[in-house]
């Protein structure tokens, strides 16, 4: 996406209706997504989990990479959708769909009453608040182990056919194209908000958050709206993952599973979209391979891929391949 | 009859024993061209940042028209006209000055918050965007990102963010402050340019800018006002010469400039 | 006397230890601005020093205390030169980054060198004793910890409104670009400070083994106990850090004494409330 100056012909709109379109990569991306089932169908569940966790770190995407929001506690939202569709399901409705729709409301409810927190803060007291708030909840969620099931989780997550007839099958191809679906949909209404007026908003907060009330912007409001939205894509995230795996216990809003989606987002590249979703596919076929391996030297090796990613690409996988196509662009 | 744009009454803010603003009382009827000079540290900016709502007063009011605006937060003042720009320019550095503009004018028509529909959809705001950057000399370069913009475009810039919020009263800090000779023609140009439906104060330590546009000077010294007048009488007041101008020539300027 | 004074007792020898973990990173993190997420990796390092010369190479536990100080500052020295100085100027988010991929490493070689166990460590007899007061059971451990607290807490202050370099220390965390004018060398200044505030936190982490335990995830746990107390005392201040410290350790202990069940949850609510009241800390600046 180069800017150059445009002594044009081309109107504004016209301008930035070009930045809006769709590029070859990202239909090579999509189409990609549907080899698994034909290519690796020993590796559906893996792949569904990747679909999951890249939806949250989606989620995650849109209010730091785009709003400059540093969160560490975004899986208290992932956690609240999981329990929910979780406990429903225990309690005797496995519907999939309105179990994401009721998980999406819990979620997204959560996220908007914390939101008029994290809002009126920044820097290190945001980041502190984010973190406390996931620890609060992750320590209320360990104590109520009655409803929660405390580590070993609830028993009793049955999920029922999609729309009464497509069964999840044990080979995942359900479940995979259950989370696909998903995401695929909620990655069209973020493509959508990033390039809506709110979305030129978010990066004007993102960029200089002082000037926005000196255009008149309501900073505040447009943050609750977006780390609501974000909640509930998380949330609808973390559902996903109780549905198709069939258990659920407390990692699931722990600090660990904030932390490792911070670590996806960055790897992939924040501010992109496509960040998250690349991060995602990299770091857990990364964890998955090296599986066998002692824990220890698993987080040994992230340790320096962070170090390195930071040191020398601080915009991560997708930063650097843009930066290198640029290169090439130039030569040619 | 011209009404008074902005007025404030009895203005009073300290940080412990240091007094940044005190017995602030100032109006401003509509449509004129107001100077605030004081030497630094004078409080110039802060007065700036309490009118605005960024500084919270200790006691005072500040009215907006017929309007009390004190408790007012400052994206509220703004859209209700007034607006600022930054000494040190407060850009948004990987925006194109299009985009920033563009934001600009969606935050004032109240359709920032839309996330549904594309920002394409809304030609009326990318044009009127276009119009204000295109009046500012800044049409070729509207799709560069800002921190690649030279530093007197930078400047127009932050001039055409507080236009595109359709200001009532704009409060200009220091806008020639830094930028070098070759680029402040397009900068006077567009102060000169600016509706005479807009009420313009601008601090200001250039006095080629003062004498030009102004029609009065206020002087503040130590957070406090010490005299306000036209131009002429300010050069002549021996106070202001002692406290601020020096030993130069009041009228000596004219004609010396750019 | 009512058990509430042994809780006070023991939540303030817990808060003393906090006090020394969190000095360093408090005074660094308003000097610099630098996040620097691996301080309590240094901690770390200075408890396994201390273990490592007491258990291979006999030395008495007392003798180790330098060494641990000593080591873990050398350490920071060693990585501010090659790692950290190129990071001054970038966003929180990347320093966040860094520095938690240095503790990634470090909680991984620790556990590569000595397992994931807690590390027993041989504390001289007296020391493993209770005094009787007035019916309460009062560790000496505690006691001793409190008291080398105390001195060091003596020796800053001292050192801070006394010396020249304590000055100069004042004159950086408050305003850089104006030390940097009057000629202070700022960066030699943050490299000391840096090493003291590791070397510091070395000594809290050799210290904390027979209070708290030490295995390799101590980096990361301490980490959030650590950035609690740097964030609600205020940035820059060892006042801030000492009472934050103190809150903490008080509320942490009398938490899990009278509602055991809760656990580490108080303090982290306590910690909202607080910085929702205070943003910039109770003792910070803005």
Excluded at chain 2, 56 to 74: F, K, M, Q
Aim: hydrophobic share 50%.
């Amino acid at each position: 996406m180069t800017s150059e100056t445009i002594a044009s012909p081309i109107s504004p709109i016209q301008y930035l209706n070009a930045q809006f379109r769709w590029r070859w990569s990202e239909i090579a991306f999509w189409l990609a997504t549907l080899l698994p089932p034909l290519l690796t169908p020993n590796y559906l569940g893996l792949a569904s989990q990747i679909a999951i966790t890249g939806l949250f770190a989606l989620s995650l995407d849109l209010i730091l990479g785009f709003s400059g929001i540093v969160s560490l506690g975004h899986a208290a939202y992932f956690g609240i959708g999981a329990y929910t569709a979780g406990l429903l399901s225990k309690w005797g409705w496995g519907e999939p769909l309105t179990g994401l729709l009721i998980a999406a409301i819990a979620a997204g409810l959560f996220g908007y009453l914390t939101s008029f927190i994290i809002a009126r803060f920044r820097h290190l007291a945001l980041i502190m608040i984010t973190l406390g708030l996931g620890l609060v909840l992750q320590a209320a969620a360990n104590s109520a182990s009655s409803i929660t099931g405390g580590f070993d989780g609830l028993q009793g997550v049955h999920t029922w056919p999609i729309f009464g007839r497509i069964h999840f099958d044990l080979w995942g191809y359900t479940a995979y194209g259950y989370a696909l679906a998903g995401l695929f949909l909620i990655f069209l209404i973020s493509r959508r908000l990033i390039h809506s007026p709110f979305g030129l908003a978010l990066r004007g907060i993102r960029e200089n958050g002082q000037r926005m009330p000196a255009i008149g912007a309501p900073t505040r409001r447009h943050i609750r709206t977006v780390y609501t939205i974000a909640a509930i894509i998380a949330g609808i995230a973390g559902a996903m993952l109780t549905q198709t795996t069939e258990t659920v216990s407390l990692e699931v809003l722990g600090f660990q599973r904030s932390a490792d989606v911070l670590v996806m987002l960055i790897l992939g590249g924040t501010g992109r979209l496509y960040g998250g979703l690349v991060g995602a596919a990299v770091y857990m076929i990364a964890r998955d391979q090296f599986s066998g391996l002692n824990p220890q030297y698993w987080y040994f090796w992230i340790g320096l891929l962070l170090i390195a990613v930071v040191t020398f690409l601080p915009n991560g996988i997708l930063g650097g391949l843009s930066l290198f196509a640029r290169r090439l662009k130039a030569w040619s | 009859m011209s009404e008074t744009a902005l007025a404030t009454r009895g203005l009073y803010k300290s940080f412990g024993s240091l007094v940044v603003a005190a017995d602030i009382e100032i109006d401003l009827p509509a449509g004129g061209r107001y100077a605030l000079i004081g030497p630094n540290g004078a409080g110039k900016t802060t007065l700036i940042n309490l009118m605005t709502g960024m500084l919270r007063p200790d006691s005072g009011r500040i009215l907006l028209g017929d309007t009390d605006i004190t408790a007012l937060e400052p994206d509220e003042r703004v859209r209700r006209g007034l607006v600022r720009t930054f000494q040190i320019n407060s850009l948004f550095p990987h925006l194109t000055a299009l985009e920033s503009v563009t934001l600009a004018v969606c935050e004032r028509r109240r359709v920032a918050e839309t996330w549904w529909r594309k920002l394409t959809a809304y030609r009326d705001e990318i044009d009127e965007a276009y119009d204000i950057l295109a009046a500012l000399t800044l049409g070729p370069v509207c799709h560069r990102p800002t921190r690649e913009l030279a530093y007197g475009q930078q400047r127009l810039l932050e001039i055409a963010l507080a236009l595109a919020a359709k200001p009532k009263v704009l409060l200009l800090d220091e806008p020639a402050a830094g930028v070098p000779r070759d680029e402040s023609k397009d900068l006077f140009a567009a102060i000169a340019g600016l509706s005479r439906d807009i009420t313009v104060l601008f601090i200001e330590h250039d006095m080629d800018l003062v004498f030009r546009f102004a029609s009065r000077v206020i002087v503040m010294v130590s957070g406090r006002i010490l005299v306000e007048g036209t131009p002429q009488q300010i050069a002549a007041d021996p106070q202001v010469r002692a406290v601020y101008l020096g030993k130069t020539r009041p009228g000596s300027r004219e004609g010396t400039a750019a | 006397m009512p058990p509430v004074f042994g809780v006070l007792f023991d939540g303030v020898a817990y808060g003393m230890l906090l006090f020394l973990l969190s000095v360093g990173l408090s005074v660094t993190l308003g000097m610099m601005n630098f996040v620097n997420l691996a301080h309590c990796s240094f901690a770390m390092l200075g408890g396994y020093v201390t273990v490592t010369l007491m258990s291979v190479f006999g030395w008495p536990f007392f003798a180790t205390l330098p060494a641990a100080f000593a080591a873990a500052a050398a350490a920071s020295v060693v990585l501010e030169r090659i790692l950290f100085r190129r990071f001054y100027h970038a966003n929180e988010l990347e320093q966040c980054l860094l520095t938690i991929g240095i503790v990634f490493v470090s909680i991984a070689a620790a556990a590569y060198f000595f397992g994931t166990t807690d590390q027993p460590v041989q504390l001289p007899a007296y020391l493993h004793t209770s005094i009787n007061f007035a019916g309460l059971n009062l560790s000496v451990y505690r006691m001793f910890l409190t008291g080398v607290a105390v001195l060091i807490t003596l020796m800053l202050v001292a050192t801070i409104e006394n010396t020249r370099f304590g000055a100069q220390v004042r004159a950086a965390v408050n305003n850089q670009r104006m030390a940097r004018g009057l000629g202070i060398n700022v960066d030699r200044l943050f490299a000391i400070t840096f090493a003291l505030g590791s070397g510091l936190a070395g000594l809290g982490g050799a210290l904390a083994i027979d209070l708290v335990g030490l295995d390799p995830s101590f980096a990361l746990t301490y980490l959030i106990y650590v950035l609690i107390v740097v964030s609600v005392g205020g940035l820059g201040s060892i006042a801030g850090s000492f009472a934050a410290a103190m809150l903490l350790g008080v509320s942490d202990v009398a938490g899990k004494y009278y509602v055991p069940a809760t656990g580490s949850f108080l303090i982290y609510l306590v910690m909202i409330v607080l910085l929702m009241l205070r943003p910039a800390g109770i003792f910070g600046r803005r």
